[in-house]
T-cell receptor, first 115, second 119 residues
Framework: DARVTQTPRHKVTEMGQEVTMRCQPI?????VFWYRQTMMQGLELLAY????????DSGMPKDRFSAEMPDATLATLKIQPSEPRDSAVYFC?????????????FGEGSRLTVL | AQKITQTQPGMFVQEKEAVTLDCTYD???????LFWYKQPSSGEMIFLIY??????QNATEGRYSLNFQKARKSANLVISASQLGDSAMYFC????????????????FGKGTKLSVIP
């Protein structure tokens, strides 16, 4: 059963620390998205990649957030330094090549708490 | 302007009854797709149903159907015969540029509706 895998599932850290979240997209999917979910803002797109190339990261605070895809099986989202306002659930989603309806498959999320 | 509007923050429905969750959207792109996702308390996002802007018929998937009214720009989700397991957050989402290839491939989400099914 193919699925998007995210680690860690839960992370509690202190303000100022570096946080790295990892995502393994479904094999064969060529688009990867990072979304952040909070009560106030709902689901916000942070960044997305197609064929490992970053296409849009306009939703991401550039001074502290960075997103990369070192290879087709791994996407990372890094926050350095972390702040309490970064506390949220971070979802990774992947999608098959263009030609499909555009459905995205989501991971189970990484719940981040910054104290 | 909001691209996806879900006006019902929360709804209650009696078990076995049908319920409609509202969604309106805003786009000038003629080719787009509309999606509904379910998020139970466990947190994962589960795809439910999809409707393309050029589809002639309303989409159906088991107990889920999408009431697509293109002129009104609405894409309401109808759940028939509600079950206790349907209690969850429901998100409407849109992808623009679906058939032109010019779209960004991203999904834009509404704020969600929390559905509670009462025994």
């Amino acid at each position: 059963d193919a699925r998007v895998t995210q680690t860690p599932r839960h992370k509690v850290t202190e303000m100022g620390q570096e946080v790295t979240m990892r995502c393994q997209p479904i094999l064969g999917h060529n688009t990867v998205f990072w979304y952040r979910q909070t009560m106030m803002q709902g689901l916000e797109l942070l960044a997305y990649f197609r064929n490992r190339a970053p296409l849009d990261d306009s939703g991401m605070p550039k001074d502290r957030f960075s997103a990369e895809m070192p290879d087709a099986t791994l996407a990372t989202l890094k926050i350095q330094p972390s702040e309490p306002r970064d506390s949220a659930v971070y979802f990774c989603a992947s999608g098959p090549p263009w030609g499909n309806t555009g459905e995205l498959f989501f991971g189970e999320g990484s719940r981040l708490t910054v104290l | 302007a909001q691209k996806i509007t879900q006006t019902q923050p929360g709804m209650f429905v009696q078990e076995k009854e049908a319920v409609t969750l509202d969604c309106t959207y805003d786009t000038s792109d003629p080719s787009y797709g509309l999606f509904w996702y379910k998020q139970p308390s466990s947190g994962e996002m589960i795809f439910l149903i999809y409707q393309g802007s050029y589809d002639q018929q309303n989409a159906t998937e088991g107990r889920y159907s999408l009431n697509f009214q293109k002129a009104r720009k609405s894409a309401n989700l109808v759940i028939s015969a509600s079950q206790l397991g349907d209690s969850a957050m429901y998100f409407c989402a849109m992808r623009e540029g679906l058939y032109s290839g010019a779209g960004s491939y991203q999904l834009t989400f509404g704020k969600g509706t929390k559905l509670s099914v009462i025994p």
